[in-house]
């Protein structure tokens, strides 16, 4: 977008229809802001999960293409429109390196054992169970204490498999 505000404007003088001043490539600024903002409202963060913002950026792409070739210069337009489409394909595949944690937040009610904390870590961790982070509560009752323990899942755990790993005992409940 740099280059199409430099050099895409070029041959209007500065002089355009007899008013002093004008600068047509003002347009092309308010569109990248104007996009950026529209692009802005495509992110969410959801539970630790950043979505839309490669369909953002794309947005923004697509503006800088479609002002690029409005202004002539239909061969820089054409390998960026290659370039983007490679990096949307691209980032759009499942690749093992760019894998998505699949993250879960356990909670566990009413706990009154006191080295609780550790004994569920070893449990999760011998399992092959990653803990991400642990807030612990007071519950209110005596020493019971409530649990939120943020996991990442590994493809050969299912969710069930979490919660048969919490000793179950007769004041303990979970959930995922």
């Avoid at 020493?143 to 004041?171: G, H």
Wanted: aromatic share 8%.
């Amino acid at each position: 977008m740099m280059i199409l505000s430099k050099y895409g404007f070029s041959d209007i003088p500065l002089d355009f229809n007899g008013i002093k001043g004008a600068d047509p490539s003002r347009i092309a600024s308010q569109v990248v802001s104007g996009v950026g903002f529209l692009g802005a409202g495509m992110i969410f963060v959801h539970k630790n999960t950043i979505s839309g913002l490669t369909t953002a950026a794309g947005m923004w792409a697509t503006a800088g293409i479609g002002m690029a070739i409005g202004a002539g210069m239909y061969i820089t337009g054409m390998v960026v429109t290659g370039i983007v489409v490679v990096v949307q394909v691209v980032l759009h595949c499942n690749i093992k390196w760019m894998k998505v944690l699949r993250l879960k937040v356990v909670s566990i009610y009413d706990v009154d054992e006191i080295d609780y904390q550790k004994h569920i870590t070893d449990r999760f961790n011998e399992n092959g169970i990653s803990v991400h982070d642990i807030a612990i509560r007071k519950a209110g009752k005596d020493s019971a204490r409530n649990y939120k323990i943020t996991v990442e899942i590994p493809d050969s755990v299912n969710e069930e498999e979490i919660l048969s790993l919490i000793d179950y005992n007769a004041k303990i409940s979970a959930k995922l």
